[in-house]
């Protein structure tokens, strides 16, 4: 009797796993298997809304509102309070309230929620906003309207694309008789070294991104970022690299223009990435090792009267058809925009060597309220 189709395959199941414990697979067994990813949790409470300290998420998305004719104070009030309830529910890795997709809520992917306010939100309640209501344009912005502006903002981040995605679908969901999508943004960033420990990450360039932050949990960071109500501001920058032209580049002329090494993320002065820049070194003909040009020495604290921001970034690639747009979701968060965040954007905008291959092509800037406690909700203090 002729064996029937299914336990044909059975048969070649059988044999393929018998060839995993033979010859074949020795080498595969041999190899060093990953651990599984660590299973991580954010408390979504707290005096600031924690999405801001956390690293930089492995997946992200940033949603713009407009407001709609009719909402006002007491409006407002309404959808953060629905935001709360599903900002503490989906962090802890439970269906929000309503929520039609509850087997996508999943726990331990560090999913966090950050909420800002656009200085139209401020205008309703009454206030003003802790930001302008606009950076000036630089001389080389190329801003679109796409990406630029807004009432209001979430930031969500996990490790997981499916967390993230299903979060913003309840909040937009939530928003609908208030506010609706203004621009959306996705991006992806690896914050993990090969051996499970934290690292600061790659832009598209290459470049190592982020070195010179203040660490988080420090008088400098909280001097950097917080402001006295436990909130902080942040300017979101979409910045179109140019990959095809930087990488005609030779790596030496690279890393003349960052003045730091790709490798390592060294300054060029160092000799590892957090190194301080040592920028009166010469070379043998008496030119600056790290040029005047420099990213790295134009951003420095030191070159801008000790201002300091709290960065991190996003990388993005757009698709339309067979064409693909390649950037950065620069996300800059301090205590003062004007204070502290432009007069560095200046700076660069007017001589930093990246502006040959970089173009913003978006720009918007937030407040972002303190954080939540149990009871409580994103913004009570500013619609009580």
Do not use: C
């Amino acid at each position: 009797m002729k064996p029937s189709r299914r336990q044909l395959f059975g048969y070649a199941g059988a044999a393929a796993a018998g060839a995993a414990v033979t010859g074949g697979a020795v080498v595969a067994l041999d190899q060093p298997v990953p651990p599984p990813p660590a299973s991580r949790l954010i408390d979504p409470y707290g005096d600031h809304q924690p999405g801001v300290a956390a690293t930089s998420p492995r997946h992200a998305e940033l949603v713009a509102f407009k407001l709609l004719p009719g909402t006002d104070k007491a409006a407002l009030a309404r959808l953060m309070r629905l935001w709360s309830a599903d900002i503490v529910a989906l962090g802890n890795g439970r269906p929000a309230p309503g929520d039609t997709a509850p087997e996508l809520a999943t726990s331990g992917v560090a999913l966090t929620t950050t909420v800002g306010f656009g200085p139209r939100v401020f205008e309703l309640a009454g206030q003003k906003a802790a930001g302008p209501d606009d950076l000036p344009v630089m001389r080389h912005d190329r801003l679109q309207n796409a990406w630029s502006g807004g009432d209001l903002l979430i930031v969500v981040g996990a490790d997981d694309e499916l967390s993230v995605v299903h979060a913003v679908r309840r909040l937009v969901a939530d928003a609908k008789p208030f506010a609706v999508p203004a621009w959306r943004q996705t991006g992806f960033w690896n914050s993990t070294g090969p051996d499970g420990g934290a690292i600061t990450g790659r832009n598209l360039f290459g470049q190592v991104d982020g070195t010179g932050n203040p660490a988080v949990g420090t008088p400098e960071f909280d001097a950097t970022v917080w402001s006295a109500d436990g909130g902080t501001t942040l300017v979101v920058r979409r910045v179109e690299l140019n990959l095809d032209t930087w990488d005609e580049l030779t790596r030496s002329e690279q890393e003349r223009a960052v003045g730091r090494k790709l490798s390592t993320g060294a300054p060029l002065t160092g000799t590892a990435e957090h190194d301080e820049l040592d920028l009166d070194a010469r070379d043998p003909d008496g030119r600056p090792l790290i040029a005047a040009n420099a990213h790295a020495r134009l951003a420095h604290h030191s070159e801008n009267d000790g201002r300091r921001i709290f960065r991190k970034g996003l990388n993005y690639v757009h698709d339309t058809g067979t064409t693909r747009e390649s950037g950065l979701i620069f996300l800059s968060y301090q205590a003062d925009i004007t204070s502290q965040f432009f007069p560095l954007l200046a700076r660069l905008d007017a001589a930093d060597a990246l502006n040959e291959w970089t173009t913003t092509i978006g720009s918007a800037t937030f407040t972002i309220p303190p954080g939540l406690h149990p009871g409580g909700w994103i913004g009570q203090k500013l619609f009580s």
